[in-house]
């Protein structure tokens, strides 16, 4: 099973070293091993992207997909599911795609609690167009939109999903693969939205990196325990998203809680309603 090929043959291009490869490495891995333990099957796995240098890894996945628009990368996935809920749909969003322009999505989906996974490449940046700010970049921030610098603090994804609801809240990092990978894994088996911070620095625009590897640490390692609500949001404010020398950055997964989905959630038919056959009477619909 270790060698199911999930690779295409498309020309990759990202930039040389781009932590993007990590994440499609530990996706890739995680996929393997979730089939390997009878957890997932490839035909039913689709995965859904934005557009950004994230949604590139569409390209690089020999697995059933659809390249969305900018911003809807959610209810592209949710329609997925609705239309065949046996699947798993997992999607791939920047943090611009997903907390710019797509942001009412993604309180709706932590609010209603769709069985989908969603994984954010959170570079606190718009990489594939050279580097604008996004609601994570942090304040003082100069780039091509912000040549005199951010005027507003980042916005936390972390507290804003648990503030919506959500029923899955992780952060991991693709400075730390095996971890990466691990919650994954995780997420993808939840039921319920799944939502995993990815931070991702962005070599070329935004490099994070070695203000990352020095900060982060894992929530495993301190017995945390994620069904506390509390004590989640309390966690999830340790780190604001500024690149301050001060803080510590937590990774792994903050709240976890099966609660009704969406999809479970609709009661009206005795079966499921993508299995109904819908018989249209023309008669009664045009004659009365
Ligand atoms: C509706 C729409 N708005 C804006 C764009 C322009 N656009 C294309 S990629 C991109 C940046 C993507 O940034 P992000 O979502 O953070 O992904 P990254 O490139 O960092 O992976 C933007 C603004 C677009 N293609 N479509």
Known sequence: MKNLNLQTKAQNTWCPGCFNF????AFQEAIRELIKERKLQKKNLVVVTGIGCHGKIYDYLDLNGFY???G???PTAVGIKLGNPELTVVGFGGDGDTFAEGIAHFLHACNTNPDITMLVHDNQVFALTTGQMTPTTEKEYK???SPEGKKTNPINPITLA???GASFVARS?????QHLKRILKEAIVHKGFSFVDILQPCITFHNTAPYLSKRIYDLKKERYNPRNFDLAFQKALEWN??????????????????RETFEEGFFQLKKPWYQVQRKVNYRKLFHH
Not at 243 to 250: A, F, G, M, V, Y
């Open 72 to 74: 809807r990368v959610i």
């Open 68 to 70: 969305t628009l900018h």
């Open 162 to 164: 648990l503030a919506a």
């Open 241 to 258: 998203y500024s690149l301050d020398q001060k803080s510590r950055i937590p990774i792994g997964i903050f709240y976890k809680k099966r």
């Open 22 to 25: 990590v994440i499609l490495w």
């Open 173 to 177: 990092s693709a400075t730390h693969k």
């Open 143 to 145: 780039g091509p939109s």
